[in-house]
Structures are given as structure tokens and as C-alpha cells.
């Protein structure tokens, strides 16, 4: 068998800024997506949920720009979220043309809940991390993301166990690898893995 050779022009993604700061959002997001699938809900779902617990009622078009979506999809996630009761809408108190959206109690609950383990989370790598890292900015975000990895970077224990809590019907429950789906079926939590 041949041996594999990198082409000399070849610069490793890790080098870049963008790649590392990129892969430390994912880590984040995919933690993040674990929690809200705990819950029954969706990633966007909970971001929608987040902005909403600064307090403050929003209008559609408010939530959309602060869940980066557009409208549509604002409306969209909103009527899901109150067809599972964790928002309502109401009267804007000015404009009776504009409707508002807000966390119910329920809301507020599975807030606090998904808030309370992503503390944990931060805090774990604030730990890991040291007051005073060492390094460039780069090396720095490459650090973290490893920290953080657990589950999507070559643990399959680690993702099989987050994939086996998830309780929403709204996303498949996707396994990415098939050591993660065999370790599932083997203990019994495999429902629909493949």
C-alpha cells in the first residue's frame, strides 16, 4: 500500500484564527444542542428561549434579528414554542398591530435548567483553562475547544451517553459515528440508532 503524502502547499486548519474560533463555537454548540435535546427542545428553540430570558417581551421581528434568523423562521420556532407552552404572545402595550412573545413559567423552568448545566460547563473550562492561559489567541481557542470536546471529537462514549438523554421528537436522534451507535445498541438505549 502506497503511503499517503501531503502536498507541500498544505497549511493545517488549526493554524488559522477563523478554524479555531470556529471549532470552539461548535463545542459550545454541540454541548448546548445536548442540553436542549434533554429538554425536549431544539437548538434554535432554545436560543429563542435564551433571548427570552433577558425578560424583556420581543416582537417577532426583535427575535428574529437576536436569534440571527429571519422572520419566518422566528415565527416559526415562536409557534412551536408556544404549541409546548414554554412562551406566549400577547398585546404590545403601544402598538396594537405588533404582537409580543415571552417566557411562561414553564419557559422560565427549562431556562433555568439548561442555564445551570452550561454554568457548569463554563466553569469546567474556565478551571481547565487557568486564570492566565498561555498562548496566542489561536493557541488559546484551540485549547478550549479540546477542553470542551467531549462527545464530538473522536468520544464516542462521551456521545453516545449525550445522545442517549435527548427526549425531543422534533430531530432524529443523528449518531454520527458507528462506534457511538454500536456502544448504544449494546447497553439497550439504541431505540432508533443505525
Known amino acids: 500500500m502506497d503511503e499517503i503524502t501531503r502536498d507541500p502547499r498544505g497549511e493545517l486548519a488549526t493554524g488559522r484564527l ?8 461548535r463545542a459550545f454548540t454541540r ?3 445536548n442540553v436542549a435535546l434533554a429538554e425536549g427542545i431544539t437548538l434554535s428553540q432554545f436560543t429563542v428561549i435564551q433571548v427570552l430570558g433577558e425578560g424583556l417581551p420581543l416582537s417577532n421581528a426583535a427575535l428574529a434579528r437576536r436569534t440571527f ?12 414554542l408556544i404549541e409546548q407552552g ?9 402598538n396594537k398591530r405588533i404582537r409580543l412573545v415571552q417566557l411562561t413559567e414553564q419557559g422560565w423552568a427549562v431556562l433555568a435548567r439548561c442555564t445551570e448545566q452550561l454554568r457548569e460547563q463554563e466553569e469546567r473550562l474556565i478551571t481547565a483553562m487557568g486564570d492566565n492561559p498561555d498562548g496566542t489567541l489561536r493557541e488559546i481557542l484551540q ?6 470536546a467531549g462527545g464530538y471529537f473522536d468520544d464516542d462514549e462521551a ?13 432524529p436522534r443523528h449518531i454520527p459515528s458507528r462506534l457511538a451507535a454500536a456502544r448504544l445498541r449494546s447497553s439497550g438505549r439504541g431505540g432508533d440508532a443505525r
Open 69 to 80: 434568523v429571519s422572520a419566518q423562521a422566528a415565527h416559526t420556532v415562536s409557534n412551536e
Open 86 to 94: 414554554l412562551i406566549v404572545r400577547g398585546d404590545h402595550p403601544h
Open 143 to 148: 485549547s478550549a475547544a479540546e477542553i470542551l
Open 31 to 33: 454541548f448546548t444542542e
Open 18 to 25: 477563523g478554524y479555531s474560533a470556529y471549532r470552539l463555537a
Open 159 to 171: 456521545e453516545a451517553e449525550a445522545i442517549s438523554r435527548r427526549t425531543s421528537t422534533v430531530r
